[in-house]
């Protein structure tokens, strides 16, 4: 079947959907968890005169709300304010802790049975001892739901029902609140309530709820279909989508289907919907990330936004809380919106890793992700500057190396000892192959962190980030300025700094009238002078657009922003992008245009980097092409003269 490529939910709309948030009346039914941190500090540590054996000093704890407890944390988080908790708790510790943090969520705990015998509230313990999280102690596993429990969880929702909007179905684990009682009568609920909205999160128990949406992972919608190539972490794209088919088939409800880093997928009466996932940088913990998307989708759909809307809104606060480690993090509509405003999607990543898939137009070198729209008019052309056009900032790696060495090692760079500096140049190295693409200042940010691991520098004498691009700008202009000065002599000529056919591209585009304008992070006088030095200043009829002023955000996105406002929405959808970074590639998706990435090999200005490729598929490219050299087919797909 064919599937559709979801359209960003656009800054009014999601702000529509979040305004109407705190109206949602929810209820949250599932097995309600205690995520228990401990943070060993060994230090302390003697010999137990009882066993012998080394104690296990606990610095710090933490208790927080996890499986639908981690779900109502969201909720919250978000901004309802009409939410119901229907679990149940033990008489023990962990029971007393988990009812003291919802009632201090101000949630309506009066569904929240209690059961004496055959039941420890479920609880997880995870000791950590620097960066290593233990064998985690369980608590809850040989549980067994009373008769006299399942009826008043179920007498307790019957009475809700009539007043909410949605009800939120969680199934964590196998000895959790689903006895085949609960089941039954939960299954019974959903079928004489159908204008309210189920949705189920289930691990175990799918089938038994039908008529209620399905939120699930994609090896759960696998493994309920049957398919899957078994022992491989990984499912391709072609058996997710096989599987989100099946289960609306079976079901006749939406279905909203988890892959991870890859996305979502919704499959509902207007077809199957891919939604990219979020770039995430540094370290995540995905544990409650499924309860952050259940808890996102469902307030998005009580909001009244379709499917597709509310998986986009469950996405985003997947994207907050995975960032918060060791703990299950919460997300609230500022960062949602903040994430909203400034994520990075990840698109076709399948068709990004794996070059078997690409498909090529005939008799070229251009990978064709998406065509061009049919009767589409180009009416403006936006190039990137470094790397799409110019050469000049070629070896940016090699200057940016020894500034994040240096950074990092601070006053102990002259002294420091072999390991340890060999730690810092692996690390950094690491760091600088992995964040190749995204925005200097994002780069700068990781930094700090870095700096900060490894302690060398006193606190502070740590810079921010703007500072540390500012040493990095500083050092890279070195290189710049001494090409300049090459060209100048004559000693190098501008095809030794420009991508193969650049300008002759450029030329063709200026004769048929279309408007050009350059964009580029650099501040503006630098771009504006490296442009004419270069010899193609006088073609762009848009103008040259660098960076003015503002340091605190990332120059080529402000530029952008700006320029793409003054175009219009109108405008963009006649607009092409030519651009080797993801951020002019994905600014032009956000607004309708066509991205075009430029892959090229930059040391021979000419040919394909297979490593460009990936990088610029997954930000977003329509169409990649090597360089500039078939410069008549490339018109002729544009539908433009040749």
Not at 417 to 434: F, G, M, N
Not at 505 to 525: C, K
Not at 575 to 602: K, M
Request: hydrophobic share 40%; proline share 5%.
């Amino acid at each position: 079947m064919d599937v559709q490529t979801f359209a960003p939910l656009t800054p009014p709309r999601l702000e529509e959907i979040l305004t109407r948030i705190p109206q949602a009346r929810v209820a949250v039914i599932g097995d309600f968890c205690l995520d228990i941190y401990w943070f060993l500090d060994t230090s302390r540590s003697e010999p137990s005169l009882e066993t012998g054996l080394s104690t296990q000093p606990v610095r710090e704890q933490r208790y927080s709300l996890g499986g639908a407890g981690n779900v109502v944390s969201n909720l919250v988080a978000l901004g309802c304010r009409h939410v119901h908790a229907l679990g149940v708790f033990g008489d023990d510790p962990w029971g007393r802790e988990q009812m003291r943090l919802l009632e201090a969520l101000g949630v309506n705990t009066a569904g929240m049975a209690w059961q004496s015998e055959d039941w420890a509230t479920l609880a997880y313990g995870k000791p950590h001892a620097g960066r290593e999280e233990r064998s985690r102690l369980d608590f809850g596993n040989f549980n067994v739901l009373s008769a006299a429990a399942a009826d008043a969880l179920l007498g307790h929702a019957r009475r809700l029902l009539p007043a909410l909007d949605v009800v939120l179905v969680n199934q964590q684990v196998p000895q959790g609140i689903h006895s085949p009682r609960l089941q039954a009568g939960l299954g019974a609920l959903i079928r004489e309530f159908p204008r309210t909205r189920f949705i189920v999160d289930s691990r175990h128990c799918t089938d038994a709820y039908a008529g209620a949406l399905l939120k699930l992972n994609e090896h759960e919608a696998a493994r309920l279909c049957n398919l899957g190539r078994e022992h491989s972490p990984l499912l391709v794209r072609e058996d997710a989508l096989a599987a989100a088919d099946q289960l609306f088939e079976r079901h006749g409800r939406p279905v909203i289907l988890t892959r991870g880093r890859r996305g979502l997928l919704v499959r509902d009466t207007d077809g199957m919907c891919e939604i990219a996932g979020l770039q995430t940088l540094g370290p995540i913990d995905t544990v409650g990330a499924g309860d952050s998307v259940l808890a996102g989708l469902g307030l998005g759909l009580a909001a009244g936004a379709t499917p597709v809307e509310a998986a986009q809104l469950g996405n985003f606060v997947a994207g907050v809380t995975i960032q918060k480690l060791n703990q299950t993090g919460t997300a609230t509509p500022d960062e949602v919106r903040a994430l909203a405003r400034n994520g990075d999607y990840v698109y076709h990543p399948e068709l990004a890793e794996d070059p078997r898939r690409a498909r090529r137009h005939p008799n070229t070198e251009f990978e064709v992700v998406t065509a061009l729209p049919a009767h589409c008019r180009i009416t403006a052309a936006i190039f990137d500057h470094d790397g799409t056009l110019s050469t000049l900032r070629q070896g940016w790696e090699a200057v940016m190396e020894p500034v994040m060495i240096r950074a990092v090692l601070g006053p102990r760079y002259p002294s420091a000892d072999e390991s340890l500096y060999h730690q810092v140049v692996t690390r950094v190295r690491a760091y600088i192959d992995e964040t190749t693409g995204i925005q200097t200042l994002s780069q700068m940010q990781g930094l700090v962190q870095m700096v900060r691991e490894f302690g060398c520098v006193p606190a502070e004498q740590i810079l921010d980030a703007i500072g540390y691009k500012r040493l990095y700008n500083e050092a890279l202009m070195g290189l710049v300025r001494e090409r300049l000065a090459k060209l100048g002599r004559g000693e190098l000529a501008v095809e030794d700094f420009t991508i193969k056919n650049a300008l002759p591209f450029l030329r063709r585009l200026h004769a048929v009238g279309i408007p050009l304008y350059l964009v580029s992070g650099t501040d503006q006088e630098d771009v504006a002078a490296e442009a004419r030095a270069m010899g193609y200043a006088g073609l762009f009829t848009g103008g040259i657009h660098g960076a003015v002023n503002d340091v605190s955000r990332e120059a080529k996105r402000l530029v952008l922003d700006r320029l793409l406002g003054e175009i219009g929405a109108d405008g963009a959808r006649g607009l092409i992008t030519f651009g080797d970074g993801p951020v002019e590639l994905r600014e032009t998706r956000r607004r309708g245009g066509y991205a075009i990435g430029l892959a090229t090999d930059e040391v021979r200005r000419f040919g394909l980097n297979p490593a460009k490729r990936t990088r610029l598929i997954r930000a977003g490219a329509d169409l990649v092409i090597p360089d500039f050299s078939q410069i008549g087919p490339l018109l002729g797909l544009l539908g433009l003269p040749a």
